[in-house]
């Protein structure tokens, strides 16, 4: 391992950067952070900043790696199902997982933000805030800064720069100019926005609160996820353009007709809906693939800089964090040896976030559509009850890629073969009693190794 002197520096504060500093400074490595942000502990988030996150096993498995989860029991909150309510005003619970162990956490972004922000600089690490980017010298390694206040330049030298500076980054946009660097950006037809319902008069929850709500409508989709405080922050998600998009909703009156005739049952809950409607951004969701993903050993990008993806699968800082975990369990095999890290590191993640970001997209139809269709209700019952006969055989893909670590690339090609099975299964039957167990075992072990193989 090399000396406590060698410095690493880090672009962007935001979730994947301090993480990646803590486990780097628990190996002895000096790490900086320029973020371009103010310090979001001293000055007030802007509107649109405050969207929680859905936080699984590959997530709290890096959080614990940091020495972090424990402490962070008290920001989250348990999310047992998705709670679907119908036009009706209906609710339809799915539980996520096979028992009270399989859930996912609700934690607000900028809660968990601070938290690793306080924690990198309890381990040491220097971070400087309104501090931007504006460049990177392929060729010398040098990091070009201007101070977003002052617009002063600076110049910051240093062996190693580690791009976590999210979608847009600065970094990758350098790494653009390299001959044969591959590059794609997918847009989303869809945008989003963030809205509110504030908690009762006891401060209590006004939902059920182990639950990620879902308003599915065909093309358009509303969430809400728990936050501590009582509220629960909602997202809501709407075509660009068209009969029911956001360009259509252009004024007060229109929102609310557009929420009483949708989402009924969710108004009476927002008594601010046209106010955090017309304060909060609309934002876009896009999916980035790129490589090489690193510059001979000097220079790597990492997390939503390196792969972003669409937020349909709830695996976006769930996948940067196991990065994270990657790049700092390939340190200990193989010491710093940076080109060769990076090319290893690149080589073990790429496949998979690849994969993440392709079910990511089709999770899309499955959340905002396939939810209510009464057909894919019962094949989930038929995969449940699967599940529970072959645990170790026939784990669902939802499962897989949230409540385990294998490898997303498995769980995606593993899903398919299910995906097939299940289908065969349930063509001609309507209740799970009916199911033909004998095909299922012969389908299942001629088809799937079990699972403790893959970990
Ligand atoms: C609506 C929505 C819902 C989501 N839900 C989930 C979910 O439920 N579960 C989940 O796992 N993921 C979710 N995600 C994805 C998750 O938010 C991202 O994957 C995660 O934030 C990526 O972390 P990052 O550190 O790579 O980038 P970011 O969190 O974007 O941080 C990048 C940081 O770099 C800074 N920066 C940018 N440019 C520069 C520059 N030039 N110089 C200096 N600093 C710079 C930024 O200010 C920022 O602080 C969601 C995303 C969205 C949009």
């Known amino acids: 391992m090399k000396p406590a002197s060698d410095k690493i520096t880090l672009i962007g504060a935001g979730l994947n950067g301090p993480l990646l500093a803590i486990l780097l400074m628990r190996r002895g490595f000096a ?36 020495g972090l989860w424990d402490g962070m029991r008290n920001i989250i909150i348990p999310m047992k199902g998705r709670m679907m309510h119908s036009v009706a005003g209906e609710l339809t619970f799915q539980p996520y997982g096979k028992n009270e162990a399989e859930v996912i956490n609700s934690i607000s972004r900028a809660e968990l933000n601070i938290a690793l922000i306080n924690a990198a600089e309890e381990h040491g690490a220097i971070v400087h805030f309104n501090q931007r980017c504006s460049g990177y010298d392929l060729k010398t390694g040098a990091v070009r ?12 030298e240093s062996s190693i ?33 963030e809205l ?24 358009l989709m509303l969430i809400a996820l728990p936050n501590i405080d009582g ?24 929102v609310a007709r557009f929420f009483e005739s949708r989402f009924p049952d969710a108004v009476p ?23 090489p993903w690193h510059v001979e050993g000097r220079a790597l990008l990492l997390g939503d800089a390196a792969h972003a993806i669409v937020p349909f699968f ?13 790049l700092v369990e390939l340190l200990d095999r193989c010491g710093a040896d940076w080109p060769r890290l990076f ?24 959340m905002r559509d396939r939810v209510a269709d009464s057909r894919f209700l019962f094949r989930k019952k038929v995969e449940l009850a699967l599940e529970v006969k072959y645990p170790q055989l026939f784990v669902p893909k939802y499962a897989m890629v949230t409540f385990h670590r294998i490898p997303y690339s498995v769980a995606m090609a593993r899903g398919a073969i299910q995906d097939r099975i299940l289908a065969e299964l349930c063509e001609s039957i309507n209740r799970v009693e009916d199911l033909d167990w004998n095909n299922a075992d012969r389908l299942i072990e001629r088809d799937l190794t079990p699972l403790e193989l893959l970990q």
Not at 314 to 326: A, L, P, R
């Open 31 to 66: 790490v900086e952070i320029y973020e371009r942000r103010p310090d979001m502990r001293r000055v007030r988030m802007s509107a649109g900043r405050s969207i929680n996150l859905a936080l699984s096993t590959r997530g709290i498995h890096a959080l614990q790696q940091a």
């Open 231 to 254: 509220t629960f922050a909602c997202i809501l998600f709407l075509p660009f353009e068209g009969t029911d998009s956001f360009a259509a909703l252009t004024a007060p009156a229109q």
């Open 145 to 156: 800064l201007r101070n977003e206040k002052t617009d002063e330049e600076t110049v910051s």
């Open 161 to 193: 720069v580690i791009g976590c500076d999210g979608s847009a980054s600065a970094m990758r946009a350098e790494m653009l100019k390299l001959n044969r660097f591959n590059f794609s950006q997918q847009y989303l037809d869809y945008g989003y926005k």
């Open 343 to 366: 090319a290893e590191f690149e080589k073990e993640r790429k496949i998979n976030t690849d994969a993440i970001a392709d079910m990511a997209i089709e999770n899309f139809t499955e």
């Open 196 to 219: 509110t319902i504030p908690a009762g008069p006891q401060g209590e929850h006004l939902l059920e609160i182990h639950a990620l709500h879902i308003w599915p409508r065909g093309n």
């Open 269 to 291: 809950l927002m008594p601010q809906l046209a106010e955090n409607y017309f304060a909060n951004p609309t934002g876009a969701m896009v999916t980035i693939k790129c490589s």
């Open 314 to 326: 709830g695996q976006g800082i769930n996948s940067g964090f196991e990065d994270c975990t990657c």
